[in-house]
């Protein structure tokens, strides 16, 4: 009968299991503070989005704004800096877009290696293949009817059979002009090359003789 059953006996609290309850949702509020925080915490640096050869000032369309967290182990580059990464400071090495700019990879001072040097080509249509980027490595070949050294006192002398190879190991450094992604305009170019080939690259390429390939970089 109804009236037989006993009454219940009233439900045992556990205070420690609440208590651990509250302090768990405690910890995640704290955890969620924490991260809120940390978020808080970055800075403005440059990243790169576009090539940028050892040693070639950085344009200012090379260089975009991202949030990165701050850490007082690594230099970035602030954004605010742009106008002096601009105007006064190179790559100390070969930049590809993606990267995020800390202090080590900038100088003031010039930066070509000894031995090297900077020399200007204009190429013709055909001479120079589509696509051409500032970074890439290229060969230099005469491709005259002449060789390069075009002297008349050495008219008994050897000559360069045609598309001799002047160097394997030039690196273009600055394309002028818009006429690297055609290849059917002619094409100012900046090549960074070791000095010893200069002087005949320097007369081929006044003759309009200068033809460039791209290849391989060098393993270092």
């Known amino acids: 009968m109804a009236g037989d059953r006993l009454p219940a006996p009233p439900r045992e609290r556990k205070p ?36 940028v050869p050892m040693g070639q000032r950085i344009p200012e369309s090379a260089m975009e704004s991202v949030l990165v967290a701050e850490d007082d182990a690594v230099s970035y580059v602030r954004w605010e800096q742009r106008q002096t990464v601009m105007e ?11 990267t995020v700019l800390v202090g080590e990879m900038l100088t003031g001072e010039p930066t070509l290696p000894e031995g090297e040097v900077m020399v200007g080509v204009s190429l013709q249509p055909g001479q120079f293949p589509s696509g051409l980027e500032a970074g890439d490595t290229v060969a230099a070949y005469w491709v005259g009817d002449d060789g390069p050294a075009g002297n008349a006192e050495q008219e008994d002398a ?28 002619t094409l100012p170019v900046t090549l960074r090359v070791d000095e010893a080939v200069v002087a005949e690259l320097t007369r081929a390429a006044a003759a309009g003789d200068v033809s460039l390939v791209v290849v391989a970089a060098p393993a270092e």
């Open 88 to 98: 006064s400071l190179r790559p100390t090495t070969d930049l590809v877009a993606g």
């Open 158 to 185: 050897q000559q360069p059979s045609q598309d001799t190879l002047l160097t394997d190991s030039a690196q273009v450094v600055a394309i002028h002009g818009d006429g690297g992604g055609s290849g059917n305009s």
């Open 16 to 51: 420690a299991l609440a208590a651990l309850a509250a302090l768990l949702v405690l910890i995640g509020a704290l955890g969620a503070t924490v991260l809120v925080m940390r978020a808080g915490d970055r800075v403005e640096a440059i990243r790169i989005t576009e090539r």
